[in-house]
């Protein structure tokens, strides 16, 4: 029928990388089955330390073909006992390989979706590297091996404010530009307006939001 | 520049106009004729108002797709003389569709304070009324109405073409209301119209 | 070209250095509407997230809203019944067409085609009363539910869809005439704006602006998720020159994946298990599983979803207030975050006229860039 990845294939290839990662020194990786509606996807889960994410996004972009970096997450965990900041790196492996060219015009690259093993299979890899309580915490950038992940660690440091080593042009891309420095809202010590506000019971008719028009009916 | 005085008298047309300007100004002032064509100017731009609003090319969010499936093939907004500009200097009507963010909050004042006079604001949809579902946020105004002056609010999230067209209508029926050219002082009996709070 | 300009389709501000006529250097920049949604998020329930989900790409309602559920029935640990996973495919494809009906209507009248923009409304109207149908409102439908749907296909709904469907597959032809045999559209969007698949790939565009460039990569195959192994699909992949894509591939790429979706949802309906007549009440367990309420803390979810304008992931942390009801953090990935610099960096060398056309042609949505 339609075309799609066969779940076995795609155990076997993230069992595979799971392992190859996990010989790098400070890296565990596993296979992680995670449900998707009606289906089970396979994809690898690995934990890094700071040192070794570099040496480890080496080996992902050169002897395991991951194609690019999805999205980067930041959380701020004030109060969890093993770490305060993490960093989430979502990569992907695309599984298709550059179209051919013929006489100047570009074939396009049906893949044979049964035919993909190893290291062609399509994969999501997700890369969580913790790190200690610290008031700057940093992370060495990937902005060379992969282009994606440049804007995606600008927002990293505008929003929860995770520096990245060696990033160039760091700069606010979401915020204001004029927001002061050191403020990054999506710190656990931000708190929203009105936060703890139960408005359906406390103000049905939202007044109390905005005082200048409590006078008026609505 | 020199200490000396000029010793050429520079024609300047500049000083001509003020001069000439100064001068009617004056003499209308004393004979009364300014304020009779005042409000005689008063009630014809709003006659030509009443029929032919032209609101901002302004996409904020959301909305924005609603006001443009107004305009077009079947909520067709133009029959009502309502008929987009992209230019603020071209435009009476400034139709705010999303929330305001701290980072909008002085484009918008500058987009409005470059429409001329007379001018009117349309609040549409949840956001610009007041933040709407984002109301919590630390980055969106409580409603556009804590920067610009609102005529109309249009509730809705997002608020239907119907209703939009609904928002013109209270709009023309409030400029008819008020008959002349708004001062710049608007008094109570200017108070903003909610659409469907009959 | 500042926040308000007609043809930046939402609200950025594209700083463009300029030599001339010639496009030197360009620098996007976003924000306009940052509205915290993933601040905002962590004091909501997660059934209370998907009316966010909605309105972050506003074009394209459904696709987010179910991206964002499929991440949260991840985190919470919940199987969906195949009814429900065939209504939400009618739903997304659905979705799928409006919006590139959408992105046809704003990119004539940026080539300088108005009729066209009107004509590409009209049948969006069509689009968004099957799917008012659906989900009760004409653009955020909150239609998906943690573990299912909210309400069966209404009565009738299989056979207006059919009728409508038809009659938009004809009218699709009407277009491809007003564009194809159009010089200046032509001329306008042929050997402008190339982008390489490589650099394409590497900076994590996705989508169709990737498959115009003879790149098969489509996330509904490579990583499976819902009911479309079940149907026979294939991505729409356009033959581009050595040099790239330019707008015109773009511009086919998303006419065919418009065929595409509408072949899927007439499918999807022939093949809907219990057929598309009968009809179950809202919590039927055929079309809604139950769910949980709570996720504790360590557990995560996570979910990479075909938007119409490329790959789009949510991820969940849970653990946060109200003891696991409301996430700790959800994390959005917005495809057109990625894509907007680089169709910046594809100005370079051409233009100012091009610029809107080489925009227009990769389909920008600031709701989801701007979050």
């Given amino acids: ?218 | 520049m020199s200490d000396e005085p000029p010793n050429f008298s520079v024609f300047n047309s500049r000083i001509l106009v003020d001069t000439v300007g100064d001068v009617t100004d004056e003499a209308l002032k004393a004979s009364r004729m300014k304020e009779v064509i005042g409000v005689l100017g008063g009630r014809l731009f709003n006659w030509g108002q009443r029929k032919s609003l032209f609101p901002l090319h302004l996409g904020i969010k959301c909305c924005a797709l609603e006001m443009a499936a107004a305009g077009a093939s079947r909520f067709d907004a133009e029959r009502f003389g309502v008929f987009f500009r992209s230019s603020p200097r071209q435009c009476d009507v400034l139709l705010v569709n999303g929330p305001v963010s701290k980072k909008f909050a002085d484009p918008i004042v500058r987009l409005w304070e470059q429409m001329p006079e007379p001018k009117w604001c349309i609040a549409m949809g949840e956001c610009a009324i007041s933040g709407g579902p984002y109301f919590q946020s630390y980055n969106i105004l409580e409603g556009v109405d804590t920067v610009i002056p609102v005529d109309v609010y249009i509730p809705g999230c997002p608020p239907r073409p119907e209703a939009l067209i609904d928002g013109f209508g209270k709009l023309r029926e409030k400029i008819i209301r008020i008959g002349g050219v708004p001062s710049e002082v608007r008094p109570m009996s200017e108070a903003p119209l909610i659409v469907g709070d009959e | 070209m500042g926040p308000q300009h007609p043809m930046t389709h939402g609200l950025w501000t594209l700083k463009i250095k300029v030599d001339g006529e010639t496009v030197v250097d360009t620098e996007p920049d976003l924000g306009y509407i940052h509205r915290g949604v993933e601040k905002i998020c962590e004091a909501r329930d997660f059934t209370q997230i998907t009316t966010y989900c909605d309105r972050l790409c506003y074009a394209s309602a459904n696709t987010w809203s179910h991206s964002y559920i499929y991440a949260a029935e991840d985190l919470l640990g919940v199987e969906v019944p195949e009814r429900a996973e065939y209504i939400r495919l009618i739903a997304v494809e659905l979705q799928r067409i409006a919006s590139h009906l959408m992105w046809l209507g704003a990119y004539g009248p940026d080539i300088g085609n108005l009729s066209i923009m009107v004509w590409c409304l009209r049948e969006r109207e069509m689009m968004m009363d099957l799917l008012q149908e659906l989900g009760g409102s004409r653009m955020h439908y909150n239609f998906p539910r943690i573990g299912g749907v909210k309400r069966d296909l209404p009565h009738g709904f299989s056979q207006r869809a059919q009728a409508k469907l038809k009659l938009f597959l004809n009218r699709i032809q009407e277009y491809e005439a007003l564009f194809d045999e159009s010089t200046v559209f032509l001329v306008r969007s042929q050997g402008v704006g190339y982008a390489k698949p490589e650099e394409m790939i590497n900076h994590g565009v996705s989508g169709p602006n990737v498959r115009a460039a003879g790149v098969d990569y489509d996330v509904r195959w490579a990583h499976p998720y819902s009911v479309y192994s079940e149907l026979d699909w294939q991505p729409s992949v356009e033959r581009s020159s050595i040099k790239g894509a330019d707008c015109y591939d773009r511009y086919r790429v998303r006419v065919e994946e418009m065929r595409m979706s509408a072949s899927m949802v007439l499918q999807a309906l022939d093949k809907i298990p219990g057929g598309s007549e009968t009809y179950h009440e809202p919590g039927d367990p055929k079309i809604i599983a139950k769910a949980p309420s709570r996720a504790p803390e360590g557990t995560y979810g996570s979910h990479h979803f075909e938007d119409s304008r490329g790959e789009s992931m949510f991820y969940l942390a849970g653990g946060g207030e109200g003891r696991g009801k409301m996430p700790y953090r959800v994390s959005i990935r917005s495809p057109m975050f990625i894509t907007i610099p680089y169709a910046a960096k594809c100005m370079i060398g051409y233009k100012v006229a091009d610029i809107p056309a080489i925009m227009g042609s990769f389909d920008p949505c600031i709701g989801e860039t701007d979050r």
């Fill in chain 1, 1 to 218: 029928m339609g075309k799609k990845i066969s779940a076995a294939a795609q155990q076997k290839a993230a069992e595979e990388l799971a392992k190859a990662i996990s010989s790098i020194d400070g890296v565990s990786a596993e296979l992680d089955s995670r449900s998707s509606g009606t289906q089970v996807r396979h994809t690898v889960s690995a934990t890094s330390t700071p040192d070794s994410w570099r040496v480890l996004a080496e080996t992902l972009a050169a002897d395991h073909g991951v194609d690019y970096c999805s999205m980067i997450t930041g959380i701020h965990w004030p109060e969890a006992a093993d770490k305060t900041w993490e960093v989430v790196y979502h990569l992907m492996r695309t599984g298709v390989t550059d179209p051919a060219a013929i006489e100047g015009v570009v074939q396009p690259n049906i893949t044979d979706s049964d035919a993909l093993t190893g290291a062609d299979v399509p994969m999501e890899i997700q890369i969580s590297i913790s790190l200690p309580d610290t008031r700057e915490p940093m992370v060495a950038s990937v902005q060379d091996i992969w282009v994606g992940a440049d804007w995606n660690e600008k927002e990293t440091w505008d929003l929860v404010g995770i520096d990245f080593e060696g990033h160039e042009g760091m700069r606010r891309v979401l915020n204001p530009h004029e927001t002061p420095v050191g403020y990054h809202p999506l710190q656990k010590q931000h708190k929203l307006r009105y936060h703890g506000f139960e408005e359906m019971y406390d103000d049905a008719q939202g007044f109390m939001r905005k005082p200048a028009d409590a006078g008026k009916i609505k």
